[in-house]
């Protein structure tokens, strides 16, 4: 059951929703707490290795690793479910890691 009321200090429409245990909840507050639905989940890969790679750049992490590195890079295979992770110092080497990656990607897969 829902009703609409007035705050006086406001001014503004609330909408508040009775639940089961008596007591009053805003619209916004109930709405909020929903669990929202999941993706629609799906089997559909590609066929063949390398035709999708998913790539991700996370950092920079509050701690540097024992090499240095603040950034790691990674490439998940869609086909194989493969997963590449490449640290880096800098975010400026991305590029030269996605090259990298590719020729031995490449030349792994024939």
Known sequence: MARTTQTPQQGRHHTFIQSRIHHQLCEHCHYGKHVATSH???TLRE???L???HSDVCGPMPHQSLGGASY?????DDST???WAYPAKTKDRVFSIFKEWLAMAENQSG
């Open 47 to 49: 066929s063949s290795p």
């Open 40 to 42: 629609p989940t799906t």
């Open 51 to 53: 035709d999708l790679v």
């Open 72 to 76: 790691f890079i990674s490439f998940i």
């Open 81 to 83: 479910r493969k997963v």
